[in-house]
C-alpha cells in the first residue's frame, strides 16, 4: 500500500531536528496565524485520488470541470475541482527536484487549468505535503513552504490539500503544529485567499488546536474504504462509512464556521470499481446514508467518482439540495448522535432558522421502526410540528406525538421538522 510504504522515505526536518535535541516547541509558538476568513460552510467539490490515484491528466480534469458545471452540481453548491497526488513532474526528495507539473500530463500548466475553472464558475485545488516526498512520492514541499504557497497563489489556486502521510503520529504536538503552522502562515501572506486541509489521519488531537493555526478542514481518521461496513479495517489500515462516523462522535463541538472535522472524500458510486481505492462498494442506500451523515455533521462534501460517467441514482444522491441545506446551513452546527442502541441511531441538528435536522440510521439488517421524541431526544419545548422527508422531498404531516418511522437496513430517513407555533 503506497501510504505506508512512503513512511519509510519520510523525514521532516523540523521532527529530525526534534528528535535529535532540536526546540520544536519554541518553533511552535512563533506559529501564531489567524484565520483567513474562508470556508464559512464545509468546502463541497471533487477530488482526483480515489477514483483515478496517479492518473491524472489536463484532459480529465477539463471534462471534469465541464461534467461539473453542466450536470446539476455546480447550481447545487459544488465548487472545487481537486489535484490530488501526482500532478507533478517529479518522484523523489525535494532537495534533489523542484517542485512543477508534469508537462506531460499538463502540459499547458496548472494556470491554463486554474483559469478554466474559474471561467465555467468552479475554483481549483491542489496537493502536496510537509515531507521531501508526498504519500505517493512526489516531491513534497519540505523547506519550501513560502516558495510553493506564492507559487499555487500565482497559478490561481483556491485550495490546498496539506499531507502528512500518517507520519508523526507520536510526535509531540509542538512539531506537528509547526510543520502545519509554517505553511498555513505562508498561505496566509498571499493575496489570493487558499481554503487550507490539513491532512493529518486525524492524529496529534488535531481538531482541538487546527482552527487556531488558520486550518480550515483536517481529516479525523485514516483513509476511507469503498465499504459500507467491513469487519475491522481492511488492511489493517482504511476506515468504512460506519467506522467514519464513529470517529466523529464527540468531535462535533470542534467544527464551526471556517474549520471543519473531515470526514475523507466520499466514496458515493465508486461501486467498488475504483482503479486505486480499497473496497467491496456499496449500494444506493448506502451511499445515500453515506451522503446524508456526511451532510449531518458538517464534513466537506468531497465527491470522488468520475463526473463524466455518474449514474443517474449517484448524480439523485450528489445533488440532493435538501440534504445539501443541512451541511451548509449558515449556523454551522455539526449533528449530534443523541441515542444509540441496538444498531439504531438518531442524529440531530439546530438549523439557522430554528428548524432541527433528524436522521434515523438503521446498521443492522432487518427492518426496524425508529421513534423519535422531540421533548426527550432533542429537549425542545415545541407541542406541535411539521415533518418533512428529505429523500421522498415530502411534508409528511403537523405531530403533536413522537414520530416513527419505518427505517429498512443500512438506510438513514432524514427529516427537518420545524416547530409550528401555537398561534398559526
Ligand atoms: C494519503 C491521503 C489520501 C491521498 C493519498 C495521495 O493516503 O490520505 O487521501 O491524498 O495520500 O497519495
Not at 496537493?127 to 499555487?152: I, N, R, V, W
Not at 488492511?235 to 464513529?246: N, P, R, V
Not at 467544527?255 to 482503479?275: C, E, R, T
Not at 426496524?368 to 432533542?378: E, L, P, R
Amino acid at each position: 500500500m503506497r501510504i505506508r510504504a512512503a513512511l519509510l522515505f519520510f523525514c521532516f526536518s523540523l521532527t529530525c531536528a526534534a528528535t535529535g535535541g532540536g526546540a520544536p516547541a519554541a518553533v511552535a509558538t512563533e506559529q501564531k496565524v489567524t484565520s483567513n476568513g474562508l470556508a464559512l460552510t464545509p468546502p463541497m467539490g471533487w477530488s482526483s485520488w480515489n477514483n483515478f490515484a496517479e492518473n491524472i491528466n489536463e484532459t480529465l480534469l477539463m471534462e471534469t470541470i465541464d461534467a461539473m458545471a453542466t450536470n446539476g452540481m455546480r447550481d447545487a453548491g459544488y465548487q472545487y475541482i481537486n489535484l490530488d497526488d501526482g500532478w507533478q513532474h517529479y518522484k523523489g526528495n525535494r532537495r534533489d527536484h523542484p517542485l512543477e507539473a508534469d508537462p506531460v500530463k499538463f502540459p499547458h500548466g496548472i494556470r491554463y487549468l486554474s483559469d478554466y475553472a474559474h471561467s465555467k464558475g468552479l475554483k481549483l485545488g491542489i496537493y502536496s505535503g510537509p515531507g521531501q516526498m508526498t504519500c505517493a512520492g512526489y516531491t513534497g514541499s519540505e523547506g519550501h513552504e513560502k516558495e510553493d504557497a506564492a507559487l499555487f497563489a500565482s497559478w490561481g489556486i483556491d485550495h490546498l490539500k496539506y499531507d502528512s502521510c500518517c507520519s508523526h503520529k507520536d510526535a509531540p504536538k509542538a512539531v506537528v503544529q509547526a510543520i502545519f503552522g509554517t505553511m498555513s502562515k505562508a498561505l496566509l501572506a498571499q493575496k489570493h485567499g487558499i481554503v487550507f486541509h490539513a491532512c493529518h489521519c486525524g492524529w496529534s488531537d488535531i481538531w482541538e488546536w487546527a482552527a487556531g493555526l488558520g486550518i480550515n478542514h483536517w481529516r479525523i481518521g485514516q483513509d476511507i474504504s469503498d465499504d459500507f461496513d467491513y469487519p475491522g479495517n481492511r488492511e489493517g489500515y482504511y476506515f468504512d462509512i460506519l467506522d467514519m462516523i464513529d470517529r466523529g462522535v464527540g468531535l462535533e463541538k470542534y467544527a464551526g464556521p471556517g474549520h471543519w472535522n473531515d470526514y475523507d472524500m466520499m466514496v458515493v458510486g465508486l461501486k467498488g470499481k475504483s482503479a486505486d481505492l480499497v473496497g467491496a462498494g456499496a449500494s444506493n442506500v448506502e451511499y445515500r446514508t453515506h451522503f446524508s451523515l456526511w451532510a449531518m455533521v458538517n464534513s466537506p462534501l468531497l465527491a470522488s467518482a468520475d463526473l463524466r460517467h455518474l449514474d443517474s441514482d449517484t448524480l439523485e444522491t450528489l445533488t440532493n439540495t435538501e440534504i445539501i441545506a443541512l451541511n451548509q446551513d449558515p449556523l454551522g452546527k455539526p449533528a449530534q448522535r443523541v441515542r444509540s442502541a441496538g444498531g439504531l441511531e438518531v442524529f440531530a441538528k439546530e438549523l439557522a432558522d430554528g428548524s432541527m435536522a433528524v436522521a434515523l440510521l438503521n446498521r443492522g439488517s432487518p427492518t426496524a421502526d425508529m421513534t423519535f421524541n422531540v421533548h426527550k431526544d432533542f429537549n425542545l419545548p415545541w407541542t406541535r410540528y411539521q415533518v418533512r422527508d428529505l429523500w421522498r422531498h415530502k411534508d409528511l404531516g403537523i405531530y403533536d406525538i413522537p414520530y416513527t418511522a419505518e427505517v429498512i437496513s443500512h438506510e438513514a430517513r432524514v427529516f427537518r421538522i420545524s416547530e409550528i407555533k401555537a398561534d398559526r
